[in-house]
């Protein structure tokens, strides 16, 4: 049987880690994994998580089955918190998932049933799992053009010029805020013309919405998904908990699919439990009841909020502290990008050989295509990752 198979490629991320943690030399910076830390390094638990989590123990009187859809209040709650009032509920449906992979696993797997010819288009760069999670669910994946490395920014007219050739054979994935790995996002007038021509060329949109809160706020970060909401009839988003809940192994996401019409939405919707009951049955309960209370819950809810906003400005806070510390030492502005970007990521545009030096001599660990983890950074290591970056690029 297990003759037929080669080894599978082993996903850079975890590679990366496991060098890392084999790495003996004190001082050790570690920019790659996709998980906020504070700046002792550590990603604790949030104290409305925790709370929350302490209440769950305290009340839950059983384990039965919850059903398909999973935590119906958790959806509901991620639907608002996502698409706010952008869309009348009666079109919108709902399936907790396993995370915001799972999320997007089952709604690519709901695509590839609804129009098994049709090409995604994923931005060049993208999060490393987008495309093969794509070409997994059986569709042709190409890329439109997102970023141009030379100047940190969105290379904006060249995406353009690509969606205006896009049809109704297309789906977009678009990252809602914060876009992993470049850190570059679309202004909200880019969003609005982005939209115009998904709406004129009968593009299919599929949010991917990672980071909500992570960027410029909750709502702030919202205004792409809600764009389209509002002018887009049919579409659907994957959210994911584990960044801004901190729940990451707990597996917490939402399929979220609009529909026309609350009858169509409703057809959709049973494909959609078709696909997740023939897959896993029924998502994990656990993080998505905690998120349920937080969001539910007027003072958890506060809670949650103050903390994430103290993530949002610490990670703002990082951004600014690293530019200025390239541009002291550099003398030019050739970094300022990083200050711009929003998010957890920014790709600094180094080439892989200076990504290889910088782990080699200095111990800074980032991935290959030169993207770091900005919350792994605490002000020392700001000070010393600008030394290596400045005497690296020279
Ligand atoms: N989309 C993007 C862009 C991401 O960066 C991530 C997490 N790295 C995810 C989806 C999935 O997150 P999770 O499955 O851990 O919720």
Known sequence: MFETLSKAPQDKIFALMAEYAADKRDGKIDLGIGVYKDDAGNTPIMSAVKKAEERIIATATTKTYVGVAGNKGFSAAMVKLALGDSVPLDRVRAAQAPGGTGALWVLLTLLKRAKPDATVWISDPSWPNHAPMARQAGFAVEHYPYFDPETGTVRFEDLLARFEKFSKHDIVLLHGCCHNPTGANL???????????????????????????????????????????????????????????????????????VGKDAAQADIVNSQMLNVIRGAYSQPPDHGAEIVRLILEDDALRAEWQAELEAMRTRMIANRKALAEAI????????????????????????????????KAENAVYMLDDSRINIAGLADDRIQRLADAVVAASR
């Open 187 to 257: 202004t909200p007038e880019q969003w609005d013309r982005v939209v115009a021509l998904l709406k004129k060329t009968g593009a299919f949109p599929l949010v991917d919405m990672a980071y909500q809160g992570f960027g410029d706020g909750l709502e702030e970060d919202a205004y792409g998904l809600r764009a389209v909401g509002r002018e887009i009839e049919q579409f659907v988003c994957a959210t994911s908990c584990s960044k801004n809940f901190g729940v990451y192994r707990e597996r917490v996401g939402c399929a979220i699919i």
């Open 327 to 358: 541009r002291s030492r550099s003398n030019s502005s050739d970094f300022d990008f990083v200050a711009e970007h929003r998010g957890m990521f920014s790709l600094l545009g180094l080439s892989a050989e200076t990504v290889n030096h910088l």
